[in-house]
């Protein structure tokens, strides 16, 4: 029995040990993370990813290294929106909505801020980027 408890006291004193999720093979940027870019690993990197489900479908921001823990900085959700990518500009002033097509003038995920040529009126202005790919500006101050 005193055998018994010394295991179980030893068990309970040792630090658990948390999964940390690595590049698998090297990702270049703009590269979307699949479940076979990536693998939990026994280590426990401060700021470091735990769960494979928060990486698999991002977009790498920077080249990941296979066997380097991913970070939270090297990764971001997908764009919606590419440079050049003509975008339907939204913009609303009370009971009014304005709409209008528009060119992207950067790439921009949700809720990105992305710069966008009006093509009426050739004037460049700055929306959010919405949920289903529109570009929504709400500056009262822009020159639509």
Known sequence: MKRFLT????????????????AAK????GMIVSAMDVKLVEA??????QLLDDVIGQVARVVLY???????????????????????????????????????LGRGAVGDRVRVMNLSSRTTITG??????DVIVSNSHTQF
Do not use: C, K, W
């Not at 295991?7 to 690595?22: E, I, R, S, Y």
């Not at 090297?26 to 940027?29: A, E, G, T």
């Not at 959700?77 to 992207?104: C, F, H, K, W």
């Open 44 to 49: 426990d990197i401060p700021g470091g990813f």
């Open 7 to 22: 295991f179980l006291l030893m068990g309970l004193a040792a630090p658990a040990a948390a999964d940390t999720v690595v």
């Open 66 to 104: 296979a066997g380097r823990p991913v970070l939270p900085n090297d990764i971001g959700p997908p764009a919606l929106i590419d440079r050049n990518q003509i975008v339907t500009l939204v913009y609303t002033a009370g009971p009014m909505t304005i709409l209008t097509e528009g060119r992207s």
């Open 128 to 133: 959010s980027v919405s949920p289903n790919g």
């Open 26 to 29: 090297n990702l270049r940027p």
